[in-house]
């Protein structure tokens, strides 16, 4: 059985299946897509709740294994080489588990990074955008008098949905008839920007076809369905 305690995040949160992939998160948009993951590639793994509405990103047992603080992160029990491995930035875990896996990421050199592309584009473009326009939308930054903010972030966001609609428009996934990390990174933060964060109307989501019918077909997968539930929020 894997020894996982040289880890201190393993004396907040300890592992009842250390040999399995521990999984440190809650199901925000960049939470869900490892769970995601890990639902469609079938690796095992065990999913622990991190508050981060109380601050538990910050304690040190997490900082030691993240020091960003933030959610999701992972500690693979068996890495490369069989040793544990710590790892976190979603996009990173993304990578490390298509390769664990042999699953979601094309192994044709040009397809490949082509992929990694795409999800270099949620992480970079995707991620940030719609995540501050649901601040300034939806949450605290509504309040502001000045909606210059706002509406500086709708229009991004509304640039990249029209990107995103351009890419699927004769593809089923984003990499074609093939269903791939690159889609995994992407569909939690389209559902969040008409969920919760309300923006459907604001960005004139409804214009954008392409993005809604992929939507659609990721959220319908059995996998995903799961992996929007896990962890379970405090």
């Known amino acids: 059985m894997a020894d996982l305690s040289a880890f201190p995040i393993t004396t907040r949160w300890p592992a009842q299946h250390p040999d ?7 199901p925000t948009p960049n939470g869900v897509k490892v769970s995601i993951a890990l639902e469609e590639m079938g690796l095992a793994y065990e999913p622990h709740t991190i508050n981060i509405g109380a601050n538990e990103t910050w304690t040190p047992e997490f ?4 020091p960003n603080g933030k959610i999701p992160a992972i500690l693979d029990p068996d890495g490369p080489g069989g040793q544990p491995l710590a ?3 979603s996009g990173a875990i993304l990578l490390y588990l298509a390769e664990k896996s042999g699953l979601f ?20 473009a995707i991620g940030p955008m719609f995540g501050q326009l649901g601040f300034f939308h939806k949450f605290a930054g509504k309040d502001y008098q000045d909606k210059r903010p706002r509406d500086r972030y709708v229009a991004e966001v509304t640039r990249l949905l029209g990107v995103l609609d351009g890419r699927l428009a004769e593809r089923s ?3 074609g008839e093939d269903y791939t990390i690159a889609d995994i990174a992407t569909l939690g933060w389209v559902r969040n920007l008409i969920g919760m964060y309300e923006a459907r109307e604001i960005t004139g989501y409804d214009r954008f076809g392409a993005v809604d019918a992929w939507l659609q077909r990721g959220l319908a997968r059995p996998a995903v369905q799961r992996g929007l539930t896990i962890p379970a929020r405090p």
Not at 63 to 66: I, R, Y
């Open 105 to 124: 990421l094309p192994t044709d050199p040009a397809r490949r990074y082509e992929t990694i592309q795409w999800v270099m584009f949620q992480m970079g």
């Open 63 to 66: 900082l030691s294994l993240n």
């Open 20 to 26: 399995r992939i521990q999984l440190y998160s809650l």
């Open 173 to 175: 996934w984003v990499m």
């Open 87 to 89: 790892l976190f930035e």
